[in-house]
């Protein structure tokens, strides 16, 4: 229950973009979105709208907090790996920057209360 937790505090925001990414294509869907969960299946989004996920809530093994800093400013995410460590889904929260490139208080302390809340390194 800890994932669908998690997974329910990050969609509620808005403008934070759920990436699925493998070496063929790249899914993107943009919050705030619905969850619920049946079984071991998360649906994330409406699943008769034009985008939502399905998630295997069996093989997602844990999830990590990353701030990532790149020369024009820093990315913040929350990244879901299998047990091979490999990222099944990430949650990066956008729009965390003003006009000046300046850091938005109230973006980063969402951003921490969850990692707060949750801490940076979580196993499920």
């Given at each position: 229950m800890l994932l669908l937790e998690l997974l329910s505090d990050i969609v509620k925001n808005d403008d934070v973009l759920l990436i699925v990414k493998n070496s063929g294509a790249v899914s993107e869907v943009r919050s705030p979105l619905s969850i619920r969960q049946k079984e071991?299946?998360?649906?994330?989004?409406?699943?008769?709208?034009?985008?939502?996920?399905?998630?295997?809530?069996?093989?997602?093994k844990s999830a990590e907090f990353v701030k990532e800093e790149k020369p024009e400013r820093t990315s913040f995410s929350i990244r879901f790996f299998d047990e091979n460590n490999d990222r099944i889904i990430a949650a990066f929260f956008t729009k965390m920057y003003d006009d000046s490139m300046q850091l938005i208080d109230e973006r980063i302390n969402l951003y921490d209360q969850l990692n707060k809340k949750f801490s940076s390194k979580i196993q499920f």
């Open positions: 071991k299946w998360i649906t994330v989004g409406d699943n008769d709208g034009p985008a939502h996920l399905h998630i295997n809530s069996e093989l997602i």
